[in-house]
């Protein structure tokens, strides 16, 4: 009798499924016709509706209790941070704070260091307070507050029109000391026929002298001429055309301010050549007695230099000033020089020429 033997099947052919024998329940289970019975529920199935039903009896209760709390002028228990809140708050304070106000009145923010609450527009410029303090000018003072060089009170500020305690503390960076100090003030003897700011009706304007050719051989500065001595540089204190002597033009905000600011006090000299018959009490109306547009002017020092020319000493710079002063007491101009600005004198510089204001020099 012959025998068949059967190879094992390998692992990578597949076998045929064997389905599980149907295990058929009792017949009260498979007659959907009656209600399922009921099953003995497990004992922690059957404590948790106990607790639930515990837990709902006892809400109403609890708060019961908080509204006689409340009624009878007691403070509500506070809910408890939980650590996860407490971490995030943490660690993300600035968020939180969002968190907790934006469903609530947001309160005012707390007041600036800088401003003055009870009348924020009673109180000075930041520029303006730089300025008066004389730390640059007021034009210096934005491109300073914009570049972030400027503390007040340990904050930097770079909005320009802050409004500050007039007390505050300024503290100003290095970079704009340096770029300060990189600033020159150009003494220049005019001659006539220049303007002394922007061109007009066909005549230059005075910077125009200010090159290398016309540098004075005698200056004594040190100061090497560089074209970006040039940059920004504008006269602190005109002379009209027809008028010659010293003119100063400037890069240095101070030194503007200084000369010509609203509270400027610094003296001006010009020796005046005139013409005409001085009326009876003329001198002394020049030394003060006299207005222009309806301003009374500040007392000047007026005295004869010789037969016809006139000395005059200023602290302001209207325009026209001198000519329109002589005219009023029958006095016709017919030659101005500046020779002395505070204590820089014109002295020897040459018509046209110029030279740097040293480091050891002040007007």
């Not at 996860?84 to 609530?104: A, C, F, G, L, V």
């Not at 029109?161 to 003897?189: F, N």
């Not at 006269?235 to 200084?258: E, N």
Request: charged share 30%.
């Amino acid at each position: 009798m012959s025998t068949i033997k059967l190879n094992k099947p390998s692992a990578g052919d597949e076998q045929p499924k064997r389905s599980k024998p149907v295990r058929r329940g009792p017949a009260t289970l498979r007659d959907r016709t009656q209600p399922p019975p009921k099953v003995a529920p497990k004992r922690a199935e059957a404590e948790a509706p106990v607790a639930k039903q515990k837990k709902h009896t006892e809400k109403p209760a609890r708060q019961e209790r908080s509204r006689r709390d409340n009624k009878a002028g007691d403070k509500p228990h506070a809910r408890k941070e939980s650590y996860k809140e407490s971490r995030h708050r943490s660690e993300y304070p600035d968020k939180w704070s969002e968190q907790r106000t934006d469903n609530r009145e947001r309160r005012p923010t707390a007041p600036s260091r800088l401003v003055h609450t009870p009348d924020p527009d009673a109180q000075p410029r930041l520029s303006k307070v730089m300025a008066d303090r004389g730390l640059c000018s007021r034009r210096e003072a934005d491109d300073w507050i914009v570049n972030g060089w400027v503390k007040v009170n340990g904050e930097i500020v770079e909005t320009l029109g802050t409004r500050i305690d007039p007390d505050a503390e300024i503290i100003i960076s290095a970079y704009a000391k340096e770029h300060q100090a990189e600033t020159v003030t150009i003494l220049l003897h005019k001659p006539v026929g220049y303007v002394s700011g922007q061109a007009e009706d066909g005549y230059e304007p005075a910077v125009v002298l200010c090159n290398p050719d016309n540098q004075w051989s005698e200056d004594a500065s040190g100061i090497s001429f560089k074209r970006g001595h040039l940059r920004g540089l504008a006269p602190a204190g005109r002379l009209d055309i027809d008028s010659t002597g010293l003119l100063v033009l400037t890069q240095d905000g101070r030194v503007a301010r200084k000369l010509i600011g609203d509270d400027s006090n610094v003296e001006k000299e010009y020796l005046v050549r005139v013409e005409g018959q001085l009326s009876a009490n003329g001198l002394a109306l020049l030394n003060h007695g006299l207005s222009l547009d309806g301003v009374q002017l500040r007392p000047a020092k007026v005295s004869w230099q010789n037969e016809d020319q006139l000395r005059f000493v200023l602290r302001e710079g209207r325009k026209r000033q001198i000519r329109r002063m002589c005219e009023l007491v029958g006095l016709h101009v017919v030659g101005l020089k500046r020779i002395r600005i505070g204590s820089i004198n014109l002295g020897k510089l040459p018509p046209g020429q110029w030279r740097y204001l040293g480091a050891h020099e002040r007007f």
